[in-house]
C-alpha cells in the first residue's frame, strides 16, 4: 500500500503542476499558472494544519494546493510549532503582506480536513478579519478529546460551541458516509445539526459511500466529483464573477 505521505489526491486539473511556489517568510505560496509579480490581487486559502511539523510536504498538501492555484486562488501552506497559535499567525501574517504576495487581504478562506479541523474552527472563532468562507473535510469538530489524545492533534476547539462561529460566513462540511474514526461521523452529525439549528450559512456534502480521507485513497468518479465541488465552493465565495471550471477545460490565469 502506498504510504499516506506520497499518496496523491484522485481529482487532477491539466494545468495544476505548472502553479508557481514561492517561499516567503516561513510561507510556502502556490500562484495560478502564468502569474507574475504586479498582477491584480487574488484570494487565498490557507490550508490549515492541525500537527506541528511540515506536514506541508505531503504529497495531498501540495496536490490541494497546487488545484487551488489552478482554481485561480493562491494557496498558502506552512510548517507550524504551535498549530493553533501559528494558524492565527499566519493568517495575520498574509494580511499584513498581502501587498507584496499578490493577495487581496479582504478574500482569504480556510481548508482543512481530518484532526486539522479543530484548529480551522478555533481559527475562524478567533474572529481573524479577512476570512470569507471555510472548507472543512471528514473532520473531527467539536468533542475531539478522545481522538486528539490518540491521534495526536491539537483539539484548539474544546469546551468551545456552534455559538462562537461567525454568523455570516459560509462553510462547507464534507462528510464520508463509511469513514471507520471513531466518532468522527457522529461528531460531524451534531455539529451540523446544531449549525442548522442555528440558521448558519452551512453546505453539507455527504459523500455515503466515501471511506476517511476518500480524495487521496479511492480514486472513484464520486470522489473526483466531491474534490471539485470542494474546490469550486472555495473559488464561488472568493471569486464570485468566475464560473467554476471543470476538469476538462484550461485552467484560470491569474
Aim: net charge negative; glycine share 8%; with cysteine.
Amino acid at each position: 500500500m502506498t504510504d499516506v505521505a506520497t499518496r496523491p489526491v484522485v481529482y487532477r486539473m491539466p494545468c495544476m503542476d505548472q502553479a508557481i511556489l514561492r517561499q516567503d517568510g516561513g510561507l510556502d505560496l502556490y500562484y495560478p499558472p502564468g502569474w507574475q509579480p504586479g498582477a491584480e490581487p487574488l484570494p487565498a486559502v490557507v490550508l490549515v494544519v492541525g500537527y506541528p511539523g511540515g506536514i506541508r510536504k505531503m504529497r495531498a498538501f501540495v496536490d490541494w494546493a497546487k488545484l487551488v492555484a489552478s482554481f485561480g486562488m493562491v494557496a498558502v501552506t506552512y510548517a507550524p510549532q504551535e498549530p493553533d497559535r501559528d494558524a492565527v499567525g499566519v493568517i495575520r501574517q498574509v494580511r499584513a503582506e498581502a501587498g507584496l504576495l499578490g493577495i487581496d487581504a479582504s478574500r482569504l478562506g480556510i481548508w482543512a480536513c481530518s484532526g486539522h479541523v479543530p484548529v480551522a474552527l478555533s481559527l475562524l472563532m478567533s474572529g481573524e478579519a479577512g476570512l470569507r468562507c471555510a472548507a472543512l473535510l471528514y473532520g473531527y469538530m467539536l468533542d475531539a478529546a478522545e481522538a486528539a489524545a490518540q491521534f495526536r492533534f491539537v483539539n484548539a476547539s474544546a469546551g468551545r460551541s456552534v455559538d462562537d462561529l461567525p454568523r455570516d460566513l459560509p462553510l462547507l462540511i464534507v462528510r464520508a458516509g463509511r469513514d471507520e474514526m471513531p466518532g468522527l461521523n457522529a461528531g460531524i452529525d451534531a455539529f451540523v445539526a446544531q449549525a442548522l439549528r442555528a440558521n448558519l450559512p452551512l453546505t453539507l456534502i455527504n459523500h455515503h459511500t466515501a471511506p476517511h480521507a476518500f480524495d487521496i485513497g479511492e480514486g472513484t468518479d464520486a470522489s473526483r466529483l466531491t474534490v471539485m465541488r470542494t474546490l469550486a465552493f472555495l473559488q464561488l465565495n472568493l471569486r464570485p464573477a468566475v464560473v467554476p471550471v471543470r476538469q476538462e477545460e484550461e485552467c484560470l490565469d491569474a
